[in-house]
């Protein structure tokens, strides 16, 4: 694991992308630093009677395209630093896929495995009613995020919807279609990852079809990656989790997997595929590799077994600046976090824009939108990247700047 921490990446690969465009100065101070960081502490009645108080952080790092949108975590490692930086990352992802969103992101420090389900609504609940006045469907959205899902959604949504006095589905995105959520959402990061890579493999004049790929985490993002990829008619050879990793030459049986999981919760003791430690998958001699779980997980200490010629991002800030340096200089195309992931927000955007809109498409038509909007991104930040001969996470990075720059010169500051 990277001792950096998230708010020093963001920084550094803020800084150098400002550099290299030669950014307005004034600009590059703002951006530096959240426009507000909120910490509450959630005082909530225990299945015990007792009353436990927990902190939690909302972070609105930037709002000059357009409403905060982020997600809100349940996790017992949440700090205000990396809160800061995955509301700074999602400012640059909105603008990478020119959504108008600005950044947020949220969390409670919290193991939500120690809890019942009646102490987790109690707690969603407390914690929305305490940063209420900071949300709104065009103030600030929340989305799901880790230990988070659609009932938590929809429990922020009642909260917030019974204080208003009527029902806004708005306010959050990836709830459940019944109560307003956009079909192919819960499938939509994993699909978008997919996507990217196919588009950038074509790019390069590769196919994705007969690449062999390995996904470090099986979540619902990595699961999803797999699935899609492989419906592309990638091999998926290695997955890990953790619990381990696993690996077969000949390819994983995705879906069989996925049921296994579903059962068994990890991915330890699926018969059709060998086990190895879940570090290796770093090192296997593979195509494509996708970072779907942790931060900082491919660094200097690693970096140099890395025989995948395509990394993908699936999870939030996987790499390093120091190791990405490294990966650049080793012609292995690294595809950004602010790119490769961001199916999820789009989705979400295309949730919001139904909620408020009262009207619903057909998965088929949500489906179609992202891969447009996806294929057409890549190209943008490949192009970019060429054009000023850099990585392509600073490729993207330049395109996101360029963007809220833009903005930024239109609307100026007030007063």
Excluded at 46 to 65: H, P
Excluded at 85 to 95: D, E, F
Excluded at 322 to 347: M, Q, R, T, W, Y
Aim: neutral net charge; charged residues 30%.
């Amino acid at each position: 694991m990277s001792t950096i921490s998230p708010k020093e990446m963001y920084l550094k690969q803020l800084e150098r992308a400002a550099k290299i465009m030669q950014l307005d100065e004034d600009l590059l101070e703002i951006l530096k630093q959240p426009k507000r960081v909120v910490r509450v502490s959630i005082p909530v009645k225990m299945d015990n009677g007792k009353i436990k108080v927990f902190t939690g952080y909302r972070c609105q790092y930037n709002d000059f395209r357009g409403p905060f949108k982020g997600g809100i975590r349940f996790h017992p490692g949440v700090t205000e630093d990396e809160v800061v930086a995955l509301a700074a990352w999602m400012t640059w992802k909105c603008a990478v896929i020119d959504i108008p969103f600005g950044g947020g992101k949220g969390g409670v420090i919290c193991d939500p495995r120690e809890l019942s389900e009646g102490e987790l609504q109690r707690l969603t609940r407390r914690f929305t009613y305490t940063i209420m006045p900071i949300l709104g469907p065009s103030i600030d959205i929340p989305a799901p995020d880790v230990f988070t899902g659609e009932k938590t959604m929809a429990w922020i949504m009642d909260t917030y919807s019974a204080f208003k006095g009527y029902s806004e589905p708005g306010v959050v995105t990836g709830k459940a279609r019944s109560i307003g959520g956009s079909k192919g959402r819960r499938e939509a990061t994993g699909r978008g990852v997919s996507i990217v890579a196919d588009e950038t493999a074509k790019y390069f004049g590769e196919k994705i079809e007969g690449m062999r790929v390995a996904i470090q985490g099986f979540g619902n993002v990595g699961s999803h990656a797999a699935l899609f990829i492989s419906k592309l008619g990638g091999k998926i050879v290695a997955v890990s989790d953790v619990s381990g990793g696993l690996y077969n030459k000949d390819g994983i049986d995705v879906k069989a997997l996925m049921d296994y999981v579903k059962k068994n919760k990890v991915i330890n003791g699926f018969p059709w595929a060998k086990e190895i430690d879940g570090d290796k998958i770093f090192e296997l001699d593979v195509d494509m590799l996708i970072p779907a779980a942790l931060e900082g997980v491919i660094t200097l200490d690693n970096v140099d077994r890395i025989k995948a010629r395509y990394i993908i991002e699936g999870a939030n800030g996987p790499t390093t600046p120091e190791a990405d340096e490294v990966l650049f200089k080793k012609g292995i195309h690294v595809v950004p976090d602010i790119l490769a992931n961001s199916g999820g927000v789009l989705v979400s955007y295309f949730e919001w824009v139904q909620s408020k809109l009262g009207f619903w498409w057909e998965e088929e038509e949500v489906n179609d939108r992202l891969e447009r909007k996806l294929r057409n991104a890549t190209r943008e930040v490949i192009n970019m990247a060429h054009e000023y001969d850099v990585d392509l996470r600073t490729g993207a990075m330049i395109l996101a700047l360029r963007r809220i720059e833009e903005v930024y010169k239109e609307r100026e500051l007030f007063p």
